[in-house]
Every structure is written in structure tokens, then in C-alpha cells.
């Protein structure tokens, strides 16, 4: 029991490790933003459709930098859109969530 036990979280860590290494803004974005964008930033979480929030790919940087720095406050056929400024949370992994939205497909 042991054994496989060992085996199974050897296996588990090898699967894992490479995945957190390379993806940082992955998993900033997914920590900080995932509730209303979805971890794949199409949007389709509760909030997202609550607030009719349309996928994030396709966009320029200085559009992605703009409403991370100043949060983002809309309409859309009469629901109102609304992200706080978010430049402050993300601190170090800035960079990395912006390079992982421009990423984004
Ligand atoms: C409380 C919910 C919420 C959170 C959390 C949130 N957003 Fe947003 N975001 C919105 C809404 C609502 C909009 C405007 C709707 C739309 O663009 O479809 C928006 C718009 C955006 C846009 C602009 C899209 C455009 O068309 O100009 C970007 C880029 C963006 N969010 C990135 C992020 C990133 C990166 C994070 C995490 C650091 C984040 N958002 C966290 C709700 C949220």
C-alpha cells in the first residue's frame, strides 16, 4: 500500500512540476482573475455571464495593461461591467498575466 502510495505522488509531481514552472501567469491570472474570466479567459464562470464579460483573446497589450491599471467600468445592453483596478494585487506577477492574456486564444 505504501509502495503504491509512493508511486502514485512520485508520478503526481513529475505530471505537475513543469506545469508551475512554465506558467506563472497562468497561474497569477487564474488566482486573480479565473472568478470572472475563466482560467482560460473565455468568460464562462457565473460572474462572467452575470456580467456578459466576452473572452479576453485577441486583445492588444496597451488595451490588457489599460484595464488591469484602472479596473474597467461599462455597460452592455443594460448590465452593468464592472473590474476593479487590479495592478496593485498582481505586484511581481504583472508582467507575466499580461504576457499570459496577450497569449491567450
Ligand atoms: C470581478 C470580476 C473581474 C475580475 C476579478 C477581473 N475582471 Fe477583467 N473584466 C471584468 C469585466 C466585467 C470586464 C468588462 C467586460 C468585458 O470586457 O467583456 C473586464 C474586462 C477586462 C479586460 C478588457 C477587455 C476589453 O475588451 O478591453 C481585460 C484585459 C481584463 N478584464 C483582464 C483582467 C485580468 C488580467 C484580471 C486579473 C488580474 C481581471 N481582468 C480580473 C471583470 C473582472
Given at each position: 500500500?505504501r509502495?503504491?502510495?509512493?508511486?502514485?505522488?512520485?508520478?503526481?509531481?513529475?505530471?505537475?512540476?513543469?506545469?508551475?514552472?512554465?506558467?506563472d501567469?497562468?497561474?497569477?491570472?487564474?488566482?486573480?482573475?479565473?472568478?470572472?474570466?475563466?482560467?482560460?479567459?473565455?468568460?464562462?464562470?457565473?460572474?462572467g455571464?452575470?456580467?456578459?464579460?466576452?473572452?479576453?483573446?485577441?486583445?492588444?497589450?496597451?488595451?490588457?495593461?489599460?484595464?488591469?491599471?484602472?479596473?474597467?467600468?461599462?455597460?452592455?445592453?443594460?448590465v452593468?461591467?464592472?473590474?476593479?483596478?487590479?495592478?496593485d494585487?498582481?505586484?511581481?506577477?504583472?508582467?507575466?498575466?499580461?504576457?499570459?492574456?496577450?497569449?491567450?486564444?
Amino acid at each position: 500500500m505504501r509502495k503504491i502510495t509512493l508511486a502514485l505522488c512520485a508520478a503526481g509531481l513529475f505530471v505537475l512540476a513543469p506545469g508551475i514552472a512554465a506558467a506563472d501567469g497562468a497561474a497569477a491570472f487564474k488566482k486573480n482573475c479565473a472568478t470572472c474570466h475563466g482560467a482560460d479567459g473565455k468568460g464562462e464562470t457565473a460572474m462572467g455571464k452575470k456580467m456578459k464579460i466576452a473572452p479576453l483573446a485577441g486583445l492588444a497589450e496597451d488595451k490588457i495593461k489599460a484595464a488591469i491599471d484602472g479596473g474597467v467600468k461599462r455597460e452592455k445592453d443594460g448590465v452593468k461591467q464592472e473590474m476593479k483596478p487590479m495592478k496593485d494585487k498582481l505586484g511581481a506577477d504583472y508582467d507575466a498575466v499580461v504576457a499570459f492574456v496577450k497569449g491567450l486564444k
